[in-house]
């Protein structure tokens, strides 16, 4: 596989087997969902292998020690909706304390170019470390302009997350935004001529909702 500067593959087996299980058409509804939040927690561990630690001064049963905890930036998770909402929960349960901003787009089935149509976001983006989510990465074209779109609202620090990435969709985003580093669980072999990562698992969407 191609080696991409900036791009880490979670190539940990829970990761690959339980995307195993994601990609099969049989699986339903309720194991998907389950399955996204799970890969979700699992990817995010590692996403957050390199946050800043000091230490404090505690006071075990035994004696007074100092241990570490996580100083720093705080976290914010930016879910692109509506596929990036299933993996917000598996994050919430690695930083229960992280603020969560949201931001709706749509991919145009016919330009495959992203329409955007929500933005929330909380008000201090410019000094969290952001974490955007969806897990898919196609062409790249939602993903390029949600991270343009935080960096619009004064963001600096930006990492992306996605279960399966296409070749193009990393290149995308490589080239609009050299700066992100950008973590998948598995990059996959090509897209077809609708878009659609191959082999990918389909449209995330759908299968997270149950929609379609
Ligand atoms: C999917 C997916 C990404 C986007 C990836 O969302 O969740 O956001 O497509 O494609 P791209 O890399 O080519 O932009 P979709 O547009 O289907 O919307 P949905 O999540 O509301 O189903
Ligand atoms: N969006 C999806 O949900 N799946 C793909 O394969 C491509 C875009």
Do not use: W
């Not at 791009?7 to 990609?23: A, E, G, N, S, Y």
């Amino acid at each position: 596989m191609k080696q991409y500067k900036n791009v880490t593959v979670i190539d940990h087996p829970l990761v690959q087997h339980k995307l195993t299980i994601l990609r099969d058409k049989s699986t339903g509804v309720k194991e998907f969902r389950e399955l996204v939040e799970e890969l979700s927690l699992l990817i995010g561990y590692e996403v957050t292998r390199n946050l800043t630690m000091e230490e404090t001064e505690i006071e075990t049963p035994i004696c007074k020690t100092k241990s570490k905890v996580i100083a720093g930036k705080k976290l914010g998770f930016i879910p692109i909706l509506r596929a990036g909402l299933g993996m917000v929960d598996g994050m919430l349960s690695l930083v229960p304390a992280a603020k969560v901003g949201h931001i709706g787009l749509y991919r145009d089935p016919e330009t495959l170019k992203p329409v955007e149509y929500y933005c929330k976001l909380p008000s201090d983006v410019a000094e969290r470390d952001l974490i955007v989510l969806d897990p898919m990465l196609a062409t790249g074209g939602s993903a390029a302009a949600a991270i343009s779109f935080l960096k619009d609202k004064g963001a600096k620090s930006i990492k992306l997350v996605n279960l399966i990435a296409a070749p193009e969709g990393i290149q995308t985003v490589i080239e609009a935004h050299p700066d992100v580093e950008i973590y998948v669980g598995a990059v996959d072999e090509k897209l077809n001529d609708h878009g659609y990562i191959v082999p990918g698992l389909g449209d995330a969407g759908d299968r997270l909702f149950g929609t379609k």
